[in-house]
Nanobody, 128 residues
Framework: QVQPVESGGGLVHPGGSLRLSCTDS????????VGWFRQAPGKEREGVAC???????YYAESVLGRFTISRDNAKNTVYLQMNSLRPEDTAVYYC??????????????????????WGQGTQVTVSS
């Protein structure tokens, strides 16, 4: 069983960059589909970027070309590199992991928010 732990959030100016990290103190993240999700105040949670065991990826249209999800299996970590940040990217970002037998596609994981394990979240604030 995985226990995702997020880090790397903070305050950044518009146009700036942040890199979020999702690591695990339990099982190996390499065996799981992993996704980044976010929830802004007063809004529903949305899938931002997801990656399958095979490296297949999906990005929400709002972050395409600005965010990059990647795995470092040696470090048991999944990253979300966020560039060209905008005020509308302000949210709590959560890392989620999908139980391997239930994983279908990275797109399904993000769009349907299919995650069985959740981290506690890290705050990202984009403001001047």
């Amino acid at each position: 069983q995985v226990q995702p732990v997020e880090s790397g959030g903070g305050l950044v100016h518009p146009g700036g960059s942040l890199r979020l990290s999702c690591t695990d103190s339990g099982d190996e993240l390499r065996d799981y589909g992993v996704g980044w999700f976010r929830q802004a105040p007063g809004k529903e949670r949305e899938g931002v970027a997801c990656v399958g065991r095979d490296g297949s990826m999906y990005y929400a249209e709002s972050v395409l070309g600005r965010f990059t999800i990647s795995r470092d299996n040696a470090k048991n970590t999944v990253y979300l590199q966020m560039n060209s940040l905008r005020p509308e990217d302000t949210a709590v970002y959560y890392c989620g992991a999908r139980f391997p037998p239930l994983f279908t596609t990275a797109q399904d994981m993000c769009v349907r928010q299919e995650s069985d394990y959740w981290g506690q979240g890290t705050q990202v604030t984009v403001s001047s």
